[in-house]
């Protein structure tokens, strides 16, 4: 989130940084509800002694010691050696030049701020399902483009730059190397000669050419906005290094000041951004967050008169912005923003100093903090009135903060009656409440609240005027209003958008420098020649904060002296920087011709591989940084840089992966345990219990010695303060980079949130470990590897393939669905089938191992590799299922003894009355009526029936 980017009644966003860990507070996952009763009397003062002193919630937990695993197959030796082949071959390098015929599929992961962290076991989640898709497309015969790449400016680098003096690229570099081995110690199928960092000039040069292209079209523009000021520190902060008005570094405190600042118009675009979300594929819940970000609202401007002392009429109007002019009989004061540009010329003098002083106090909080509902309402009045223009009342005119100035015309007209902000604050200063509105159920409340839904117009009638709303509904009466207001000069309909400007600068240096300059004699920016891109950023080695307000690049002094490029005067550079959304609302199109010097992008290519066809990153990023990409990406559209209206077809977010769950228990002060779900209101301590003397009972856990005890069971978001963080590199060395994509993918859906859990792992590695044998065969007697496999080359059976393709059914048709968790169980399922058969034909074996590759690709590759083929399996055709061969061949054959049905028999579909007959007379329930018996017929309908009618004298003996 940018530092000054505010949205009325909105969270703020965290930056973007494109790490799925970054996500905001989950909530917390409880597996016995029933367990956690808010209201239990129940005291908890303690955990026991290894665990903090905080109850009900932390519980440190060891990291678990992992069991010597037994390796299922050696993926030490198999992983690397796949890697380094896939490198030198560059089997999953995109050609330049694609044969533009075929399809395309263009699958794209939020690219990660490469974090000095490393990468956490949430990355590899959303990647793994991209890489499944990306390697399935182009083993069905798609051109694929699947990138990497890094969001590399921002925050933490300039911030270790300050502490420790190491250049925030020295940084940089070495945390996308750390990166990058780990991506590819994942087996990630990306084209790395794509990769791209925004921090690079070859990158940002064209970043800072789009700055140029929005500032010709009058979408950037310089405006004085209120910033995060810490004059202690005497630098501007961003939102996330504010916490409760102090600064996070040395809790200075923090104002809100206005500056001169550079903005995105975002808001010319806000319609087209609103209407182009019908026809997205996109998870609704981000549609409508993106609505209600975007935040539309229809009402009308009136104009309110200010009033001088003597009730005459002033050349001042207040413009307000209201929703429901149907309730404008039912004002009764008037609010406006402290930073209303007209508060100063509308305040007493007996008022002056208390709005002053409070002016000062809202300036400290930030809107999100002015607009929460819960929060107290305050304000002062302003010692003024204003004319009500259809009653003609003088009303008072207050300054209160729940008002903002950013939002409509920043002043409203309070109907105390029918808002809730508003019956609060004139119930608190005791200011007039006047009903307007009837419901339709006729019942006011009257008592404690505003009504604030329609209904039929009450008290809101002057004839004087023309202007009559009674007994009219509230949708005929506003348009009423809005008429008359039109027709008499006192309004307009107006449409409003929650969506502000956005703020497109940092006073920070690791950032993109705006490639503008100001001659010393004028205040407006010109732009530098588009020849001049890219505006490198220039060395510096002290990256700490002027102190004087401007930015850190204000000290490269050459740097920042230079000429008018069109007046040739003097002139000096911008030494704002752009904020780190910026590289990251384009690079999708910079990785289908990343090493383009000319253009953007080549139009062709950017007409062949656009859109993109999937997305996939955190739910973090929903309202952002995808507003701000597809702003970019209609401006682009409109100077035809771009073919498509939108830039991401479907975009699918990925859960987040909790800890491992913890098991808690309860002891009272004897050391007894006490069952979670008792009422007691004796101080607990709180002791974790292991997992293996754990078990399910219904809902509950209980102790596996003492089922009476039910115990709460907890899974907290990965964090390193909880210490219950799984490093990908661990799972790595313990069960290989195949083991730990298969079980991120077998974890869940995988738009769910789960849970960690390692000897799921396990799981998933004796999986592998099962398929590797079936193939390969087990190691012989002296530990060594057998060479080759033990597949023949005989013909499957018609049950072979009717399981094959029942696993190639459900796995393709999972992998498109994105549920990647049952196309597991199926490939799980063939393996116990196919353990049951003596011989193990090649053609159902190789096909197997073409399903098995895009989940668990270094093993399939090896064991392609071992079924005698030279070749990368990378792109071989995926299985197509043939739905012959899925036609169970068998079928129940109800058999009859003179008519009655007294059993069936599984047959052949084709079976032969003969083999019927000798099948039945051998079945257990069956034979006791045939055994020793005469025959007289049988009558047979093949797949349908077997009739057998005996010889009249053997009934009475035989059928009992
Ligand atoms: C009178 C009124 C009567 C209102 C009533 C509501 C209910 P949305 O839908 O979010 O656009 N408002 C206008 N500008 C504001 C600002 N700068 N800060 C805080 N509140 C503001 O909301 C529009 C409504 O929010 C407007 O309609 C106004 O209150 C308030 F029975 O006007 B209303």
């Not at 409760?244 to 010319?268: C, F, N, Y």
Request: charged residues 25%; negative net charge; contains cysteine.
């Amino acid at each position: 989130m940018s530092s000054t980017h505010t949205q009325l009644g909105l969270q703020p966003q965290p930056r973007l940084t494109f790490n799925s860990l970054l996500l905001p507070s989950h909530p917390l996952l409880t597996f016995s509800p029933r367990l956690h009763n808010p209201t239990s009397k129940r005291r908890c003062v303690s955990i026991t002694a290894s665990a903090s002193n905080e109850p009900n919630d932390v519980v440190e937990q060891k990291p678990k010691q992992q069991s010597a695993v037994k390796r299922a197959y050696p993926f030490h030796e198999i992983e690397p050696k796949w890697q380094r082949y896939w490198e030198e071959d560059g089997t999953f390098r995109t050609p330049d030049e694609v044969d533009m015929s075929k399809p395309k599929f263009y699958v794209l992961d939020m690219f990660p701020y490469p974090s000095g962290a490393g990468l956490h076991v949430g990355h590899p989640l959303g990647y793994t399902a991209t890489d499944i898709l990306a390697r399935l497309k182009r083993m069905q015969g798609y051109n694929v483009l699947h990138p990497m790449g890094w969001d590399a400016f921002g925050l933490p680098a300039e911030q270790y730059a300050i502490e420790t003096g190491t250049h925030p690229k020295i940084t940089t570099l070495k945390n996308i190397d750390r990166f990058r081995s780990q991506l590819k110690s994942l087996g990630f199928s990306y084209d790395w000669d794509r990769e791209i960092s925004t921090t690079e000039p070859e990158y940002y040069k064209w970043t800072q050419w789009i700055f140029l292209q929005l500032l010709k079209r009058g979408l950037a523009y310089q405006a004085e906005v209120p910033v995060n000021w810490c004059p202690a520190l005497g630098t501007v902060l961003a939102n996330e290094e504010v916490i409760d008005g102090l600064s996070e570094r040395g809790g200075h405190p923090v104002i809100r000041k206005p500056m001169k600042q550079w903005m995105l118009k975002i808001t010319a675009y806000a319609d087209r951004l609103l209407e182009d979300l019908d026809d997205l594929d996109w998870p609704e819940s981000i549609k409508e967050m993106q609505r209600n970000w975007i935040g539309k609202s229809e009402g009308a401007e009136m104009e309110f008169s200010a009033l001088s002392s003597d009730g005459q009429e002033r050349d001042i109007k207040i413009t307000i912005y209201t929703t429901r002019p149907d309730t404008i009989f039912g004002a009764t004061y008037l609010v406006i923003a402290p930073e209303h540009p007209l508060l100063s010329s509308l305040v007493s003098t007996a008022q002056r100093e208390s709005v002053e002083e409070y002016i000062d106090v809202a300036s400290r909080k930030s809107d999100l903090e002015r607009t929460e509902l819960q929060k107290e309402k305050t304000g002062v009045f302003s010692g003024c009135y204003a004319k009500n223009p259809v009653n003609g009342e003088a009303i008072p005119i207050w300054v209160a903060d729940y008002v903002l100035g950013s939002y409509g015309t920043g002043a409203i007209m309070a109907v105390p009656a029918h808002d809730a902000r508003d019956y609060e604050f004139a119930t608190k200063y005791d200011i007039p409440i006047r009903w307007v509105v009837m419901p339709h159920d006729k019942k006011l409340s009257g008592s404690g609240k505003a009504y604030s839904g329609e209904g039929n117009v009450i008290n809101s009638s002057n004839t004087t005027l023309g202007l009559d709303i009674n007994s009219l509904s509230s949708k005929e009466a506003a348009v009423k209003v809005i008429e008359w207001a039109e027709k008499t000069g006192n309004g307009k309909t107006k449409v409003n958008y929650k969506l502000r400007d956005w703020l497109f600068a940092r006073q920070r240096y690791w950032g993109e420098p705006i490639p503008v300059v100001f001659s010393d004699d004028v205040d407006e920016g010109v732009p530098i020649h588009e020849t001049e891109l890219p505006l490198t950023l220039p060395e510096l080695d002290d990256f700490s904060p002027t102190g004087t307000g401007e930015p850190p690049l204000a000290k490269a002094v050459s740097w920042v002296k230079t000429k008018d490029p069109l007046s040739g005067k003097p002139a000096r550079r911008e030494t704002s920087t752009m904020p780190q959304w910026a590289g990251s609302c384009w690079y999708y199109l910079r990785f289908m011709d990343p090493k383009n010097s000319k253009e953007l992008v080549a139009k062709t290519k950017e007409m062949y591989w656009s859109p993109v066809d999937v997305y996939v990153g955190g739910a973090e990023h929903a309202v952002l940084h995808l507003l701000y990409a597809r702003f970019w990406h209609k401006v682009l559209y409109d100077i035809g840089v771009v073919s498509t209206k939108e830039p991401f077809k479907c975009v699918i977010n990925q859960g987040i992966i909790l800890g491992e769950v913890q098991y808690i228990a309860y002891k009272d002060s004897d050391g007894n345990f006490v069952s979670a779900d008792s009422d007691t209101s004796a101080e607990l301590q709180q002791e974790i219990i292991p997992e293996e003397k754990v078990i399910k009972s219904g809902d509950s856990f209980v102790l596996k010695d003492n089922p009476e005890i039910s115990l709460i069971a907890r899974s907290h978001k990965m964090s390193k303060s909880r210490g219950n963080v799984v490093n990908p590199d661990d799972v790595v060395s313990e069960y290989g980079a195949d083991s730990l994509r298969l079980y991120e993918m077998f974890m869940g859906p995988l738009r769910d949130s789960k849970q960690w859990n390692t000897s799921g792992i396990e799981g998933v590695h004796r999986f592998l470990g099962r398929a590797w044998r079936l193939v390969v065969g087990s190691t012989s007697s002296d530990g060594t590897l057998k060479e080759g496999t033990v597949v023949t080359d005989e013909d499957p059976t018609s049950e072979q393939l009717r399981s094959l393709h029942k696993c190639i059914a459900k796995v393709t048709e999972e992998i498109e669905a994105t549920r990647f968790n049952t196309g597991i169980s199926a490939m799980m399922e063939f393996i116990n089938v196919a353990y049951k058969w003596k011989k193990h034909p090649r053609v159902i074996i190789e096909a197997f191992v073409l399903l098995l590759a895009p989940y668990a690709p270094h093993m399939a590759e090896e064991l392609w590799f071992r079924l005698g083929h030279s070749k990368s399996l990378a792109y071989e055709a995926f299985p197509k299922v043939n739905p012959a061969y899925l036609e169970e061949s068998t079928i129940l054959l109800p058999v009859q003894i003179n008519g009655k049905t007294r059993g069936t028999i599984q047959v052949e579909k084709t079976c032969s009355e003969v083999d019927a007959f000798l099948l039945a007379s051998k079945d257990g329930k069956l034979s006791k009526y045939l055994d020793g018996v005469s025959i007289k017929k049988r009558i047979f309908v093949p797949g349908k029936i077997l009739n057998v009618i005996l010889d009249r004298q053997n009934i009475k003996t035989a059928v009992r």
